[in-house]
């Protein structure tokens, strides 16, 4: 749960949207929660290139998969006024 003033980021397996960013009952649950950001995984190979990177209403969708990083760790920095301010 969401505490006033603290950042609400949310790590999931399976992507909440498709390629184009469509909204889904994950999302707006999402945004009615106040997320600021959706990190998530699960493409693997050619569906990497259509992951959707991007904003639906207030909330940043972020694609992490292993293999569409390269194998290399995502560094989320807390301390980034935008992640802080959850936006």
Known sequence: M??????????????????LGRTT??????EHYGAGHVFYGHLHGAANACAFDGTIGTVQ????????????????????PAVAAGG
Do not use: W
Request: hydrophobic share 35%; charged share 25%; glycine share 6%.
């Open 61 to 80: 969708y972020h694609p992490v998969s292993c293999d569409g990083l390269g194998f290399r760790l995502y560094e989320l920095a807390l301390e980034d």
């Open 25 to 30: 009952p994950m999302t707006e649950l999402f």
């Open 2 to 19: 969401k505490r006033d003033g603290e950042p609400l980021i949310v790590l999931t397996h399976y992507p909440p949207v498709d390629h």
